[in-house]
C-alpha cells in the first residue's frame, strides 16, 4: 500500500502591488492618520540609514547593516506589534526599534559603539541586537513559554532573515514553538541575500514559508514590498498567538537594496540590473502611490516631511557626538549582561579598566580569578600581550 498521508499547501497573499491595488476585498481598514504614521516611520528609517552611510563613509560611526528597500516589512508588521508584545531583532530591524522607541541619539550611539544606548531598554519588552544569526529564534521560545505560563494575552516576534534558517537555532526554536504551542510570531526577513549567498543556494525548499509545515506551525509568504499585506498577515498571526492558538511562520519576500554592511561591496557578486528590478518594487514609492491617490499625500506634504526629518537626524546625531565627547567610560558593555556580574566577568572587567588607564596589559599583576572562565581569561590575556 502507498498513498497520500497528508497534502500541504502554502498561501502567498499580495494586496497592493507596484501597479496598484491588486484585491480590494483584502485592503485592511486602517485610518488615514495611521497610514501617515506609517509613511512617516518608513521614511524616517531610510533618510536616517542614508544619513548613517554618510557618516560611516566619512569614519563618524561604525559598521552597521542598513534595512533599505524593507522598509514595508519592518513597519508593517512593526505597527502591529503592542507594548505589551515582545520584540526580538536581528541587527537589520532599525525600524521596528524606532517604531518602539529607539531614539536617533541612541541609534548612532549603537553603531559608534556605545553599550549605553542599551539602557534604554530596561523595563521594556525588546530585546538588544542579536548578532549571532538566528539565536534569537531560540529565545522567542523561551519568552513565549513565560508568556503562556503567566496566561498573558501578549505574543512575541522574532525577526531574523533568509540565512538564519538554516541555523539550527531556527529549527530548535520554531519546533519547541510548534511542539508547546506558544504565542509565539517567526518573522522572517526573506532580502533575497545572506552577505553574498542568493536565496537560490540558501534551501532547496521553493519558500521559506514551507519550513513551517515539518513543524506543525502555520506558514504564509507575503509581499514583503507591501506594508498592506505585511500588515494584514501580522495581524493575522499575531492575533491568533494572543488568542493561545499557536505560532506563525511568515516569509516576507523583499529585497535588501544597499549592502550587507558597511563592511561589504555588492557590486562584486550581484547585477546593478537585479537592483534595478528590485527598485521599481520600492516600499516606500509604492507606498507613497497609494497614498496620492487617496488624496493623503502630496509633492508639498512630502518636501515638509523631509526638511522635518532631516531636521531630526541631525539633531539626534549631534546629541550622540556631545555623549561620545563626554569622555564616557567606554566599559559599560560589562554591565548589561547579566543581573548580577559574575566574577569572572567582574574579574575582566578590573583587567580592562588597568589596561584602559595605563594602556598596559597586566602580566601575572592579578591574582587569577576564583570561578569559571577566569583561567581562560587569564591565557587569553597573556597571549595578547605576547
Ligand atoms: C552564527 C553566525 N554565523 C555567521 C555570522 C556572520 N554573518 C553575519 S550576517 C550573516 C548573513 C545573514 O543573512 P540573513 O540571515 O539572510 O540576514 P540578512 O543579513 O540578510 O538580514 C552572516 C553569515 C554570524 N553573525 N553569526
Ligand atoms: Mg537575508
Not at 43 to 72: H, K, N, V
Not at 295 to 321: F, H, M, N, P, V
Request: glycine share 8%; with cysteine.
Amino acid at each position: 500500500m502507498r498513498k497520500t498521508l497528508q497534502e500541504f499547501s502554502i498561501d502567498i497573499l499580495s494586496i497592493v502591488n507596484p501597479e496598484g491595488i491588486e484585491d480590494t476585498k483584502l485592503l485592511p481598514k486602517i485610518p488615514p492618520q495611521e497610514l501617515l504614521k506609517a509613511y512617516r516611520w518608513m521614511l524616517l528609517t531610510r533618510r536616517l540609514e542614508e544619513q548613517a552611510l554618510r557618516y560611516q563613509r566619512q569614519g563618524r560611526i561604525g559598521t552597521f547593516a542598513p534595512s533599505i528597500g524593507q522598509e514595508a516589512a519592518a513597519i508593517g508588521s512593526a505597527l502591529c506589534l503592542t507594548s505589551e508584545d515582545w520584540f526580538l531583532p536581528s541587527f537589520r530591524e532599525t525600524g521596528i526599534a524606532l517604531t518602539r522607541g529607539l531614539s536617533i541619539k541612541n541609534y548612532f550611539l549603537y553603531i559608534m559603539g556605545f553599550e549605553d544606548s542599551n539602557k534604554e531598554l530596561k523595563n521594556t519588552h525588546d530585546l538588544a541586537i542579536s548578532i549571532p544569526v538566528g539565536s534569537q529564534c531560540v529565545h522567542v521560545a523561551g519568552i513565549g513559554w513565560g508568556l503562556k505560563l503567566d496566561q498573558k494575552k501578549a505574543a512575541a516576534m522574532v525577526y531574523f532573515g533568509d540565512g538564519a534558517t538554516s541555523e539550527g537555532d531556527f529549527h530548535e526554536g520554531l519546533n519547541f514553538c510548534g511542539a508547546l504551542n506558544l504565542p509565539c510570531v517567526f518573522f522572517c526577513q526573506n532580502n533575497q541575500w545572506a552577505i553574498s549567498t542568493p536565496f537560490k543556494n540558501q534551501t532547496a525548499s521553493q519558500t521559506i514559508a514551507q519550513k513551517a509545515i515539518a513543524y506543525g506551525v502555520k506558514g504564509i509568504q507575503v509581499d514583503g514590498n507591501d506594508f498592506f499585506s505585511v500588515y494584514v498577515a501580522t495581524q493575522e498571526a499575531l492575533n491568533k498567538a494572543r488568542k493561545g492558538e499557536g505560532p506563525t511562520l511568515i516569509e516576507a519576500v523583499t529585497f535588501r537594496q544597499s549592502l550587507h554592511t558597511t563592511a561589504d561591496d555588492p557590486s562584486v557578486y550581484r547585477t546593478k540590473n537585479l537592483e534595478e528590478e528590485w527598485k521599481k518594487k520600492d516600499p516606500i514609492l509604492r507606498f507613497k502611490k497609494f497614498l496620492e491617490k487617496e488624496k493623503l499625500w502630496d509633492s508639498q506634504k512630502e518636501d515638509a516631511l523631509e526638511q522635518t526629518l532631516k531636521e531630526e537626524i541631525r539633531k539626534g546625531y549631534e546629541e550622540a557626538e556631545n555623549f561620545r565627547n563626554s569622555n564616557p567610560d567606554p566599559l559599560t558593555f560589562f554591565d548589561t549582561v547579566y543581573e548580577t556580574m559574575p566574577p569572572y566577568l567582574q574579574w575582566q572587567k578590573e583587567c580592562a579598566q588597568k589596561n584602559i588607564a595605563g594602556r598596559n596589559v597586566i602580566k601575572g599583576a592579578l591574582e587569577k580569578p576564583r570561578g569559571s572562565g577566569g583561567a581562560a581569561a587569564v591565557g587569553e590575556l597573556e597571549e595578547a600581550q605576547d
